[in-house]
Nanobody
């Protein structure tokens, strides 16, 4: 069982930056994709970034490429999402997430998710 605890959300103006953190608890054996998903009001949840635990390859949704960076600190069991040049369209609840599937195009709904942290971007 994997437990994920996010922090770092908040409110920011367009063009600003935020960094989300996620502490990972439990047994991650069999987890092949750690990442972040988001869900805006009235929209379906979408994967925005992912990586293979302990690996170097990263995966991003087209909507965040070049602006978001996912990273991990294995010593701290922590996953990060650095978000730059934020726009109002990035406003959503952001979830730290994990799945046994490989990241690929992040088109699946992650099996494990944290409680979420709200990100609000004002124009």
């Amino acid at each position: 069982q994997v437990q994920l605890v996010e922090s770092g959300g908040g409110s920011v103006q367009a063009g600003g930056s935020l960094r989300l953190s996620c502490v990972v608890f439990g047994n991650t054996y069999g987890i092949h994709c750690m990442g972040w998903a988001r869900q805006a009001p009235g929209k379906r949840r979408e994967g925005v970034a992912g990586l293979f635990p302990g690996g170097v390859s990263t995966y991003y949704a087209d909507s965040v490429k070049g602006r978001f960076t996912i990273s991990q600190d294995n010593a701290k069991n922590t996953l990060y999402l650095e978000m730059n040049n934020l726009s109002p369209e990035d406003t959503a609840m952001y979830f730290c997430a994990a799945d046994g599937r490989f990241c690929g195009d992040l088109s699946f709904d992650f099996a494990y998710r944290g409680q979420g942290t709200q990100v609000t971007v004002s124009s």
